[in-house]
């Protein structure tokens, strides 16, 4: 496995900061925020420099029911050619459900949902990361995530589940040692065990972050320090195989750049406690084997699509939760997905909370509470004004208007009001 050494996550909030930041030998970019034929000027420049740039992908769902999207796959492997990277990442989880498979609704999450660690998920997950690494230019990675509830009826450990997975496809790992700690938390799971049970042989690299902790549960947040905890588990990943990159990501709530390259120094410490100054990963010698190919049982995605499709319905849509899974730790899941919709739709559509000032959050809870996200945040937003223009909300007429106006700007067959975003923009700016 090629050699990466320390990373952070490239955002555009904290571009200028990354190209002045010493000792930065890689960044990781989520893939689906670029455009292959317009990159950002920062990632250009970082790549002229000889930083390796990796594409870390977060829509395809390669958990889930269904086979993996042609188009997703596609737009992956044009960002993989663009950015000349020598991998790309993705995770393990779902993020949609229903549809065809089921004969039910099409929902999406908004997020990373947990699969369960059952024969069928892992038979399913197996083809899916199949079709994957077929249609990929270059070698996959895949990440455990965090979780906030469990699967009840598991019948794989973590550990045993990314082993037979590593086993039967030669996909590499990219462990995040953040959502074994957030793990350990939420679901009682040792991380010393799973690390144990671990190929350590397939280790793409290391994602470090930071999180919170409230009434007994941690959010992986990626906008906090990165904790004592899960610099410690990454100092355990360390003494048993040597890293080839480690990399840590901030998304939100970003510090000074001298805060960012302490926590960098901190990682390097974690790290070089147990790892001798140039001391070599492990050989990927299971990444390169190419796995054995084995199909899906014909009944097992149904089966899934089936279990899948009743749990994000009931985190989205308001159905019952289903039995055996734990309802408090559901509604706590519930409320970190409609939260999620909120911010990322704030992002997406920045006039939107701009016109609706102080009870943007409000509204849009309540309209998430009813509305399950199924085309996108960008549709989310457009659906969400739509709602709010349909019912005549809000009263103050100036604001409905303005409302109005971003809608069909958006929204109608032509654009209109252009000067609407350039206002919000200067409102934003100077907030």
Avoid at 20 to 38: K, Q, S, T, Y
Avoid at 67 to 90: F, H, I, K, N, Q
Avoid at 310 to 332: C, I, Y
Avoid at 349 to 365: D, H, K, M, N, T
Wanted: proline share 8%; charged share 25%.
């Amino acid at each position: 496995m090629r050699r990466l050494g320390t990373g952070i996550g490239w955002r555009p909030e904290i571009a200028d900061a990354v190209e002045r930041m010493p000792g930065i030998d890689w960044v990781e970019v989520v893939a689906e925020n670029v455009c292959p034929g317009h990159l950002p000027d920062s990632l250009l420049r970082l790549r002229e420099r000889g930083v390796t740039v990796i594409p870390h992908g977060v829509s395809l769902g390669l958990g889930g029911a269904d086979r993996p999207d042609e188009d997703r796959l596609t737009a992956l492997a044009e960002r993989a050619e663009a950015l000349g990277a020598p991998l790309v990442s993705e995770h393990i989880a779902f993020v949609r459900a229903g549809g065809a498979l089921t004969a039910s609704p099409h929902l999406e999450a908004g997020h990373l949902l947990p699969v369960p660690r059952t024969r069928d998920a892992l038979d399913v997950l197996c083809e899916n990361v199949r079709i994957a690494q077929d249609a990929l230019p270059v070698p996959l990675a895949l990440e455990n995530i965090a979780a906030l509830f469990s699967w009840p009826g598991e019948e794989l450990t973590e550990g045993q589940f990314l082993a037979e997975l590593v086993e039967r496809t030669g996909v590499r790992l990219l462990i995040d040692v953040a959502n074994l700690h957030t793990n350990h938390v939420n679901r009682g799971e040792d991380p010393a065990e799973a690390l144990a049970a671990l190929p350590l042989e397939a280790l793409a690299y290391v994602h470090v972050a930071g999180g919170f902790e409230r009434d007994g549960v941690w959010h992986d947040s990626h906008a906090h320090p990165v904790p004592r905890p899960v610099l410690d588990i990454l100092t355990d990943l360390a003494s048993r195989a040597a890293p080839p990159g480690v990399l840590l990501e901030r998304d939100e709530n970003f510090p000074e750049p001298a805060e960012l390259e302490r926590e960098l120094g901190a990682i390097r410490a974690a790290v070089e406690a147990v790892t001798p100054s140039g001391g070599t990963a492990a050989p990927a010698a299971a990444a390169a084997a190419g796995g054995v190919a084995v199909l899906a049982p014909p009944r097992a995605r149904e089966r899934l699509g089936v279990a899948q499709a009743a749990v994000l319905s009931s985190l989205v849509a308001g159905t019952p939760v289903p039995e055996g899974f734990d309802r408090v730790r559901m509604g706590v899941q519930a409320r970190a997905l409609a939260a999620k919709r909120a911010d990322v739709v704030a992002k997406v559509a920045p006039e939107v909370p701009v016109i609706l000032g102080e009870g943007y959050r409000e509204a849009f809870l309540g309209y998430a509470r009813v509305r399950p996200m199924h085309g996108g945040y960008r549709r989310d937003a457009l659906d969400f004004v739509g709602q709010l223009l349909k019912t005549g909300r809000p009263q103050d007429a100036r604001v409905r208007r303005e409302l109005r106006q971003w809608w069909l700007h958006r929204a109608g067959p032509a654009p209109r009001s252009p000067g609407l975003a350039e206002r919000a923009r200067t409102l934003l700016r100077r907030g």
